[in-house]
């Protein structure tokens, strides 16, 4: 299991550092006024849209309908299910597309009511049907990525995004020389994102056989049916941390500027979550699955122990870590050409917030897949809903205190969600860990909380040289900050006996010797 989510993280970790790439280029071509707010709120609903579908998060409904029609009809069954699913799916987002590019200019103002009246408006609207293309090409590499998760192989899925952020990177590139106007610039970029969805999928379709999916057509039987009733709660479920923030940014675009801050903190928000919370989701769906279906409750309780652990353990330490360098991570990324110091100070202070809904996303994450493999997405949805519902409700009360009151609020949000799925869990099914988990998860968290320590004295010290510094100083300095903490945080966990040098010695030979066998 751990093979197969450092598969997944290191291709999230390469597509995630492509796009703060992109997003630093984004920022210093379009700054963060009115041209920004509208480019960003479109390519928040496509991203959106994006991750409903890949990401892992149609895998929450396909791979335990795929595996449960293998194991009991054969290959051929399965291959025919999924080609119906590939067919009907593909068919039904191209008339959405449709529907979708009519109806923008009411969907920006529902998602963006601060827009109307305004310039702004037409701006995303313009931006969101340039976009819309990568919706139609969506949902067949959705389709293509589950298949091949079922199937234990991460690797293809986990880069795919990379293509995406490449073909943007390329033509902001090209534009940063060219330097046209903010508005032209943006609708370039709103094209690309079209066409990137194409590259995508021409990359899927040359790997096709080893996504079986024939042959291919529409169905709306039984079956189908049944499967689209899962589908759907589960992947709205699974796209809880984008919901939210959109629900935040419904608020936020009453304030000038607050879209586009809002925005690039969570893109920060967004690193450690894909690594370690869309991994995880993506992995522990057929491993969980494949528990179940075995009716052992070992292997339940240790898959969901030790998912529960790998969530603490990687995200405490990065919210500490977000939390006390958010200033010099946000000058060092962002504030270049058109971003200003204003932009910069307003980033980092919803980037303080927004860390502390880090843990419990990745929590749901861990969570989820539990219910998930009992073919329950009822009750991710309800908590996805909980959250949106304090989110909006929370954001509305707290608008006085401008885009910090929003990250905060969806910072409650995700708490919500983590707490419902682990209410809902004891309840239903028993969710509980195992002696392990009960010994090590404390010193996870008293490892995290030294590390964090230490990361704050080191940073009250070096905090001064920051604004003054050179780029590649800056640079240098937070690497330095960052290198650190992780020194403290893997002493700390030697020292309280959580995981020894010699211990992950051995599972890093193990987990080699495994990918040359796979």
Known sequence: ??????????????????????????????GAGPVADAFLVAFRLVNVVRRLLTEGALNAALIPAWLRIRSIDGEAAAAAFAGRVLGTLSAALV??????????????????????????????????????????????????????????????????????????????????????????????????????????????????????????RLSWDAQMRG????????????????????????IASHAPSAVSWLYFANRLIELPLGIVGTAMGTVL???????????????????????????????LPATLGLMVLSAPIVQLLFEHGAFTAVDSLATAQALTLLALSLPAHVLVKALAPAFFARD???????????????????????????????????????????????????????????AAAQMRLPRIVLAALAMGAALWLEAHVVRAWVPDALVIAQAALVGVLIASALVVYGAALALFGVVTPAGAWRAFRQSRAGDLRA
């Not at 597509?15 to 280029?25: E, K, V, Y």
């Not at 969980?288 to 353990?313: C, F, M, N, Q, Y």
Request: proline share 5%.
């Open 1 to 30: 299991m751990i093979r197969s989510i450092l598969t997944v993280s290191m291709g999230t970790l390469v597509s995630r550092l492509l796009g703060f790439a992109r997003d630093a280029m984004v920022a210093a071509l379009l």
């Open 95 to 216: 008339i959405a597309t449709v529907v979708v590019g009519v109806a923008m200019p009411l969907l920006i103002a529902l998602l963006a009511p601060g827009f109307r009246g305004t310039a702004t408006l037409q701006l995303a609207v313009d931006n969101a049907r340039l976009m819309l293309p990568y919706l139609a090409f969506a949902g067949p590499v959705a389709v293509m990525m589950g298949l091949l998760n079922a199937q234990d192989r991460f690797a293809l899925t986990a880069f795919s995004p990379v293509l995406f952020n490449l073909a943007l990177i390329g033509v902001m590139a090209a534009l940063l020389l060219e330097r046209p106007d903010a508005a032209a610039a943006a609708t370039l970029l709103a094209a690309t994102v079209g066409m990137a969805g194409l590259l995508q999928l021409a990359m899927f379709a040359l790997r096709s056989g080893e996504a079986v999916a024939t042959p291919l």
């Open 227 to 250: 499967f689209l009733r899962k589908a759907m709660p589960g992947m709205i479920a699974n796209s809880g941390p984008q919901l939210l923030i959109v629900a935040g940014a419904i």
């Open 285 to 315: 769906v057929p491993e969980l699955t494949r528990a179940v279906r075995s009716g052992d409750p070992a292997a339940i309780h240790g898959a969901e122990s030790r998912g529960l652990e790998l969530a603490v353990g990687l995200a």
């Open 376 to 434: 329950d997405t009822m009750t991710p949805l309800m908590a996805t809903l909980a959250g949106l519902l304090a989110v909006v409700t929370a954001a509305w009360l707290l608008r006085g205190f401008g885009v910090a009151g929003i990250a905060g609020s969806i910072a409650l949000g995700a708490w919500s969600c983590a707490v419902v799925l682990i209410l809902r869990g004891r309840a239903t099914f028993g969710f509980s860990i195992d």
